[in-house]
């Protein structure tokens, strides 16, 4: 007689860590731990080149890729940043404005799906054990390369809108948006784009300027800008929640040989490149 679980998939073992639960970014000036909660929120980071900027979002992603309610839409102007994260997402873009912008209208429409839904449920949010709505992290490194550096002016801002439009609506449907880039510059970051992003990071920076483009303005006149930072100190950073006041963090770090590690398990219990699907519809109901 065959065994009555014969015809059950097998579940791989995996740590049952939430994306609903803050995500360690690593240690404030007295050595505490600083856990960033990233559900219903967007993340900015800027800095420049050298700051720490892919680090941390590495550190981002490599939390939500443990979690069992979390998928991964990658976006990596340099492709080597999240590259090796690539069997564990349900899309990697490279290099590749077409393919950012064709992934970003299918994050859209999954987006306006997820709104009707819930409008049909009388639901304002997604919550933690929901099934059927799956949180996803949405990381772009190097915003600059997408919005400013290749591709058409109408393809620039194009792509900009559509980040501007998953990173406004995204949040209640489970959306978060953690973008990274090395031009903080106002062309790049406008006011109305970084209002947007509620947790706000600011590795070293050239100038006070360019740390109050990710800040916000008028921190570098209180006292708090990023081109205080050690040049030396890589991975630390003012870190600012949209009420408060920015913290000194240094962020945890991953070294290449301790990302393959995770990334292999990752994609063991996410099913490997076998499940990189991302859905633009909904799933259905269990
Ligand atoms: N939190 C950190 N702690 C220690 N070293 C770090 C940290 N973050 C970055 N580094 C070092 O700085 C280098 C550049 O970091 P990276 O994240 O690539 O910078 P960016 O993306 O801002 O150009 C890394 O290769 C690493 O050696
Ligand atoms: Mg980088």
């Not at 058409?152 to 990173?167: G, P, V, W």
């Not at 921190?219 to 003012?238: E, M, Q, T, V």
């Amino acid at each position: 007689m065959s065994s009555p679980f014969a015809d059950r998939p097998s579940i791989p073992v995996g740590p049952l860590m939430s994306i609903f639960d803050p995500v360690f970014l690593g240690i404030d000036e007295f050595g505490h731990p600083v856990y960033l909660p990233l559900i219903y929120r967007n993340i900015l980071i800027g800095g420049e080149p050298g700051a720490g900027k892919s680090s941390l979002l590495n550190t981002i992603v490599g939390y939500a890729a443990l979690c069992h309610d979390c998928d991964l839409v990658l976006m990596d102007g340099k492709e080597l940043e999240f590259g090796l994260w690539e069997d564990s997402a349900a899309e990697f873009v490279g290099p590749d404005l077409g393919h950012a912008i064709d992934t970003l209208e299918r994050v859209q429409q999954m987006l306006n799906n997820r709104n009707a839904f819930l409008k049909s449920q009388r639901r304002q949010k997604i919550e933690r054990g929901d099934t059927d709505v799956r949180p996803l992290l949405l990381a772009i490194d190097e915003l600059a390369y997408f919005a400013a550096s290749v591709g058409t002016k109408i393809e620039q801002e194009y792509f900009s809108a559509l980040n501007r439009d998953i990173a406004s609506r995204g949040r209640a449907v489970g959306v978060i948006n953690a973008a990274a880039t090395q031009r903080p510059s106002a062309d790049i970051i406008p006011p109305s784009l970084r209002f947007l992003y509620g947790w706000r990071y600011a590795g070293r920076t050239v100038d006070d300027a360019s740390s109050d483009v990710i800040l916000g303005q008028g921190w570098a006149s209180r006292g708090y800008s990023a081109a205080s930072i050690d040049p030396n100190n890589r991975g630390a950073g003012l870190l600012l929640a949209e009420e408060g006041i920015p913290n000194r963090v240094k962020a945890a770090f991953m070294t290449t040989t301790d990302i393959i590690r995770l990334a292999d398990y990752t994609a063991w219990i996410r099913g490997g490149a076998a499940d990189r699907q991302l859905t633009t519809e909904l799933r259905p109901a269990a």
